[in-house]
């Protein structure tokens, strides 16, 4: 009968520090406006749970709906420019 075990080596290769590394920090701070106005949106999402909408209420999940649709608008669009497609093709 053959042990099943793991190497050692393979195993812990590379040690986990728990620390994002530099491009990771970049991501999220390239994804930063996207995240606030998604929090915006989901506080206004959060203090009409446990009672009706007001005018009021509906103004600010609206508004923080456009928050949102705006920042993903404007994330896709810096991505999209960002990769350059050979040939000038666009």
Do not use: W, Y
Request: hydrophobic share 45%.
């Amino acid at each position: 009968m053959k042990s099943i075990a793991a190497f050692q080596a393979v195993v812990t290769a590379v040690p986990f520090d728990g620390e994002p590394s530099d491009a990771e920090l970049d991501a999220i701070e390239t994804e930063m406006p996207l995240i606030l106005a998604e929090v915006d949106l989901l506080d206004a999402q959060i203090t009409t749970i446990d009672r009706p909408a007001t005018e009021l209420d509906t103004r600010r999940l609206r508004r923080a709906r456009n928050r949102v649709l705006a920042a993903r608008r404007d994330l896709t669009n810096r991505t999209a420019g960002s990769m350059s497609v050979p040939g000038g093709a666009a």
